[in-house]
């Protein structure tokens, strides 16, 4: 693989799959498998345990579990073939998302700044798995569940487009550096597949993906002066 002589990036970008599963159709959406990903800020990102606080105005608030890998090394133009080769590893992934019509513009889309990039939306963890301990990253167990309910319930095998394949379309147009993370898509059983049962407050959400971990984290308020009801 090679690599550019650009000066170095600060790490820690987000870079996020908008759609990846075969089974993901069953919730009324078609499948896109082109590899397809936009980029979020690192403030997006909370952790094992803490309060994910409700955007202002958002009363649609859903869920999407993800296996997350973690870029170890700098790397541009990766073979395919090489590409699980610059992990570090991996970690669990809830990538929680604001849903609603008026996140829709008739000529520019989804406004996804809006629906996935409020600070501390995505939490990721509980921990960094090395690599060499996830040997097939396409044969994990995801399952997510929200106050005890299983919501979606899956396998990496059902990827669009796998790790690696998504790791080599990034690199042909940008330089991952270590700390990088991409959050690989979901499979199916967000809330439209359940009727909009969307999450509310005070829901215990725990997204699980085998060999990997367990993410736990739990829904609070935010009342409009930007202050949040989480009690910390």
Known sequence: MASPSADDRSPGRVLRRRELRRSRGRDGETPLVRPYHFISPPTVLSGDGDAIRRPTG???LDWEVELVAV???RCFE???EDALGVLAGYAVGNDVSVRGPHLTHPIFGID???AKNADGLTPVGPALVPARFIPDPQNLAMSLTVDGQV???SSSAQMLVSVAAQIAAITRFTTLNPGDLILTGTPAGTAR???GAYLTD???VVAEIEGVGRLTNTIVGTRRDGKDNSGK
Do not use: P
């Open 112 to 114: 996804w700044g809006v």
């Open 71 to 73: 870029i170890g090394e």
């Open 202 to 204: 005070g829901a215990v």
């Open 58 to 60: 958002a009363e649609l």
């Open 78 to 80: 990766v073979a395919e």
């Open 151 to 153: 919501r979606q319930q």
């Open 193 to 195: 597949g359940h009727d």
